[in-house]
């Protein structure tokens, strides 16, 4: 269920509220942090965490994160919300069909 929150977060701050897109998606990382914290402290107390897989996918998402980064600087506000329209809708039709 997690995986695409972050354009529904971003898409409902930076598209609803009318944040731009770097506060917006602080505020997106944070909301991210606090629910994972908690998913993770309950997963931990019924022993489910996969420790070295999930150490895995942490450092290919915060790779992820730093290349993000590189091309958002360079990228033009519009074809970022664009992009985040695009993924927007990838994310809900997945939902909806998986």
């Known amino acids: 269920m997690q995986a695409g929150v972050g354009f529904i977060l971003l898409a409902a701050l930076a598209g609803?509220?009318?944040y731009d897109?770097?506060?917006a998606n602080a505020?997106?990382?944070?909301?991210?942090?606090?629910?994972?914290c908690v998913s993770l402290v309950?997963?931990?107390?019924?022993?489910?965490v996969w420790w070295i897989p999930g150490?895995?996918?942490a450092a290919g998402s915060m790779l992820g994160a730093h290349?993000?980064?590189?091309?958002?600087?360079?990228?033009?506000?519009?074809s970022i919300k664009w992009?985040?329209?695009v993924m927007t809708l990838c994310a809900v039709v997945a939902g909806?069909?998986?």
Not at 27 to 36: D, E, G, I, N, S
Not at 42 to 48: H, K, R, S
């Open 27 to 36: 505020l997106k990382t944070a909301c991210a942090l606090a629910f994972t």
């Open 16 to 18: 609803g509220l009318r």
């Open 55 to 57: 150490l895995i996918l």
């Open 67 to 78: 290349l993000a980064v590189k091309v958002a600087v360079r990228a033009s506000p519009e």
């Open 83 to 85: 992009f985040l329209f």
């Open 21 to 23: 897109l770097l506060r």
């Open 42 to 48: 309950v997963f931990i107390a019924f022993d489910q």
């Open 96 to 98: 909806l069909v998986f």
